[in-house]
């Protein structure tokens, strides 16, 4: 606290982001990063970028690289708005989209973010519990409301929704705005944005962190149709031209660009994830079904914060959120075969 402070700022409560530790030999498993590297198309793109010409501001609206993802998700470019990470394409969503009478609703456990938004910028907000086995159920969203914002899948349970569901909320409320987050959809997620030529109030979010493996980089994408995608674009340039620098707009261009890449690594991801979850299993975790790139397991017999330090001590960090309902449950991001291996060995001398 300090007299200098503008008024909002003694109000906020930050998000606090998942380690990023100095040392090397450290099992890293705790925020959702990709164990396999970028595409070599895209990290030569960078590459070939990283010249002189980095004395000129980038393109402010980042064309290469909106032309690139209409074309793989087969929408007009002008209904792709992107920002640096889907953090700053969420946050002007919040603040340009969100913000309305009622209350904006999301689920009580899900993207911590969204409460830290809510407080920055002022907006009403109602988390609806998830149901008994950890799922967000659509009937609970039928109702009188600001807003609406879900990942899809969930985070940190890692459990999805089919599009039927999605298309269904977006009808029962025509006149709010529904926003689905899909930072984890390529990891066996339904993406809702075959729905968005259907739906004018339906906004879809994705991110290249996860599934392209460039969190470094720091680009997301929002698609909508042109008032949602506009309403971004004025927030966007009241707030930053360029947001995007000429290395991210050619690296996340080709990275969209090269699927083969996509396809191997984010299959590989998965099928990790589902051996991992039997293993868990059978070392008697409860593991939710993941659509993710993560699990989200606990262990009748121990605490979840022991497990976690106990794990920390053994050189691997995995996440875990100190709050009602979800304190005894690990959020593991899915590494490699090896790395995995390494998890279950480290657990087997723990529990
Ligand atoms: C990781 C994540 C994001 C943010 O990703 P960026 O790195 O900012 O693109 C957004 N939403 C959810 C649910 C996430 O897990």
């Known amino acids: 606290m300090s007299r200098f402070w503008s008024p909002v700022v003694a109000t906020l409560s930050p998000y606090v982001p998942g380690e990023q530790p100095k040392l090397d030999d450290v099992l890293k498993l705790n925020t959702n990063e990709s164990p396999y590297g970028p595409s070599p198309r895209a990290l030569a793109a960078i590459a070939a970028a990283a010249t002189e010409r980095m004395r000129l501001y980038p393109d402010p609206h980042a064309t290469r690289l909106r032309e690139a993802i209409a074309t793989r998700y087969g929408v007009r470019s002008d209904e792709v708005f992107v920002g640096n990470g889907s953090d700053e394409v969420l946050a002007h969503t919040f603040q340009g989209l969100l913000n309305h009478d009622g209350a904006l609703l999301f689920p009580d456990i899900t993207y911590s973010f969204y409460p830290v938004y809510c407080g920055l910028y002022g907006i009403d907000h109602e988390p609806i519990p998830l149901d008994d086995a950890m799922q967000v159920c659509i009937a609970d969203y039928l109702r009188p409301c600001g807003a609406i914002i879900l990942p899809n899948p969930n985070a940190p349970t890692g459990m999805g929704l089919p599009r039927d569901a999605i298309a269904m909320l977006a009808t029962e409320h025509p006149d709010q705005v529904v926003v689905i987050d899909e930072a984890y959809v390529d990891f066996g997620g339904e993406s809702a944005i075959p729905l968005v030529a259907r739906h004018d109030n ?134 490699t075969p090896d790395q995995c291996a390494r998890l279950i060995a480290t657990l087997r001398e723990i529990v």
């Open 202 to 335: 339906l906004l879809v979010i994705q991110t290249l962190s996860k599934s392209r493996a460039l969190a470094g980089l720091r680009v997301g994408f929002a698609i909508g149709q042109r008032p949602l995608i506009e309403a971004l674009e004025r927030v966007k340039d009241s707030f930053n031209s360029y947001p995007l620098d000429r290395l991210a707009i050619v690296g996340a261009a080709a990275a969209i660009e090269d699927e083969a890449w996509f396809q191997d690594t984010r299959l590989r991801i998965m099928a990790s994830r589902d051996a991992l979850s039997q293993a868990l299993s059978a070392l008697g975790f409860a593991v939710l079904p993941s659509q993710a790139n993560f699990v989200f397991a606990r262990h009748p017999a121990h605490r979840g914060g022991d497990l976690a330090a106990a794990l920390r001590t053994k050189g691997v960090l995995v996440r875990h959120f100190r709050k009602p309902r979800i304190e005894d449950f690990l959020r593991i991001t899915i590494g």
